[in-house]
């Protein structure tokens, strides 16, 4: 079965700070990577997506991430953040030989402090 | 609005009762989720349907958890017998069939078994 670990489980930053969340998986196949993101009382929303082509991929709200194979890693990438990027945020993957089904990681609280 | 929509949003019940859950897809997704997300975890895996077919479900989902999808469109997951250890978030969610299709969550309906 595929896993997907997300190492910082806490993150708090002041806005204007830069942002990287981690995310690695395990599966040696090809793969689909997705973020979501949880604000507080909302439902999880989709922030980007990488099926192929190019590794760096950009989302909504400035968000992006880059897939690097050789690491097994999908990271998200936030050059400034902002207040209203207090949320939970999440891992996923999907692998087409494996039923499409999708496998999160555990989340990333992450607290913008103004 | 033309999401996922679940009922109820919320539910208190007593440990020993059955309760029922609905969701009714994004009206042209013909697969449907349901996940299990607890406190401090991500959405873990219940089962899914295409069209009314149930193709996979995981060991999370004992014999006391049945989900049917009889017409391929809405979709119930009913908990029979409820623990306090089943009191959490069920989350469904819908997409397309293909590799890798994004799947949009519902705002989800919480169990609070007492």
């Given at each position: 079965a595929q896993s997907v670990s997300q190492h910082n489980h806490h993150v708090i930053l002041s806005e204007a700070a830069s942002l990287e969340l981690g995310c690695n998986y395990s599966y040696g196949g090809t793969v689909n990577l997705f973020w979501y993101v949880q604000y507080p009382g909302q439902h999880l929303q989709l922030l980007l997506k990488y099926f192929s082509g190019d590794p760096l991929v950009k989302g909504i709200k400035g968000f992006e991430a880059e897939f690097?194979?050789?690491?097994?890693?999908?990271?998200?990438?936030?050059?400034?953040?902002?207040?209203?990027?207090?949320?939970?945020?999440?891992?996923?993957?999907?692998?087409?030989?494996t039923g499409n089904q999708f496998y999160f990681g555990t989340g990333t609280s992450l607290t913008v402090i103004p | 609005d033309t999401g996922v929509s679940q009922d109820p949003r919320h539910k208190i019940t007593k440990r020993g009762q059955n309760v029922t859950f609905r969701c009714d897809p994004i009206s042209e997704h013909n697969r449907l989720y349901w996940y299990r997300q607890t406190l401090g975890q991500g959405p873990e895996f219940l089962t899914y349907f295409q069209n009314e077919a149930q193709l996979e479900k995981s060991r999370l989902l004992s014999?006391?958890?049945?989900?049917?999808?009889?017409?391929?469109?809405?979709?119930?997951?009913?908990?029979?017998?409820?623990?306090?250890?089943?009191?959490?978030?069920?989350?469904?969610?819908?997409?397309?069939?293909?590799?890798?299709?994004?799947?949009?969550?519902?705002?989800?309906?919480?169990l609070t078994v007492v």
């Open positions: 690097i194979k050789s690491k097994f890693s999908f990271n998200l990438r936030k050059p400034s953040v902002q207040w209203s990027d207090t949320a939970e945020y999440f891992c996923a993957v999907t692998a087409p030989n | 014999d006391r958890f049945s989900a049917e999808r009889p017409k391929g469109s809405f979709s119930t997951l009913e908990i029979q017998r409820t623990e306090q250890g089943d009191s959490a978030m069920y989350l469904c969610a819908s997409s397309i069939q293909g590799s890798g299709n994004t799947i949009y969550f519902g705002e989800g309906s919480w």
